[in-house]
């Protein structure tokens, strides 16, 4: 997991989505799936 990564702890991380409206965009809650991400998630908009 990212959020594990000793290299990185404590060090910020952005996830930037872009082309979500093509067909084969991968969603957001698979986007978080696959990088293990469910328990710390700040969102800014």
Known sequence: S???DE???GSP????GTKS???EAVT???LRQ???????I???K
Do not use: C, M, R
Not at 13 to 16: D, F, G, H, N, P
Not at 34 to 40: A, G, K, T
């Open 2 to 4: 990212l959020l594990t």
């Open 7 to 9: 290299h990185i702890a």
């Open 13 to 16: 991380i952005v996830i930037l």
């Open 21 to 23: 409206d093509l067909p």
């Open 28 to 30: 957001e809650e698979k």
């Open 34 to 40: 696959v990088l293990d991400i469910f328990s710390v």
């Open 42 to 44: 700040t969102e800014v």
